[in-house]
């Protein structure tokens, strides 16, 4: 298997553009999450899907954040506008089940840079 | 909610010595507690994993051990390898409540020549 495929891997935009993360969870699996990794806060759950429905988005930071999941096999997290403060590495996970006791699934994450 | 503390945030063993990196939590009703290894570049892959009806559990050079009483577990990397350099995070979860995992802040090993 191809394992969890993210796009893009790097992206540096301009504060205040609207910026469009991709992610393509394992073939099978049934939850999909979104993590934010920074050096002050660590791993971060912004969102959780199970069966393409968001569960639990406790973890999005403001509504400039938003996450969208059509079908099994695609999801978007989508940032608009963008600012500085939001330059981290942006994980998408997937696995079989729930949010806890499973094994998560990571891509290889992309790189924001808000300048 | 539950919070789980790492410690050290980074760490130099000499290859062929053994590294250690504790963690601690709070929610006494946790009873998951994997292991997630992050090379450069890639993302948090599960390495170790163990449930609260154990208190050790053992995958060939890693260990990991898990005191409910004190609500610390650890892992243990016997005769280390460069390969074994990378960040290592702890998490914690109720798996009969479905929470969600929360993450240490990581630690960076660094196996030294």
């Known amino acids: 298997d191809a394992g969890v495929i993210q796009s893009p891997r790097h992206e540096v935009t301009e504060m205040g553009q609207e910026v469009t993360l991709r992610c393509k969870p394992i073939?099978?699996?049934?939850?999909l999450f979104w993590y934010r990794q920074t050096m002050m806060r660590g791993l971060e759950l912004l969102i959780y899907f199970n069966n393409n429905v968001p569960i639990d988005d406790s973890g999005m930071p403001e509504d400039r954040f938003s996450a969208k999941m059509p079908n099994a096999s695609f999801s978007t997290l989508k940032i608009q506008p963008s600012e500085p403060r939001d330059s981290a590495v942006y994980f998408c996970a997937s696995s079989l089940g729930g949010l806890a006791g499973v094994e998560l699934f990571f891509g290889e994450g992309s790189r924001l840079t808000v300048l | 909610g539950e919070n789980v503390e790492q410690h050290p945030s980074t760490l130099s063993v000499q290859e062929g010595d053994s590294a250690v990196i504790k963690c601690t939590y709070s929610d006494s009703a946790s009873n998951y507690f994997p292991w997630y290894k992050q090379e450069l570049g890639k993302g948090p892959q599960l390495i170790i994993d163990?449930?609260?009806?154990?208190g050790e559990k053992k995958d060939q050079r890693i260990a990991v051990t898990l005191n409910k009483t004190a609500k610390h577990f650890s892992l243990h990397i016997t005769e280390t390898q460069p390969e074994d350099s990378a960040v290592y995070f702890c998490?914690?979860?109720?798996?009969?409540?479905?929470?969600?995992?929360?993450f240490g802040k990581g630690t960076r090993l660094h196996i030294l020549p």
């Open positions: 073939s099978g699996h049934n939850s």
């Open positions: 998490a914690a979860s109720n798996r009969n409540r479905d929470d969600k995992i929360i």
């Open positions: 163990i449930r609260s009806n154990v």
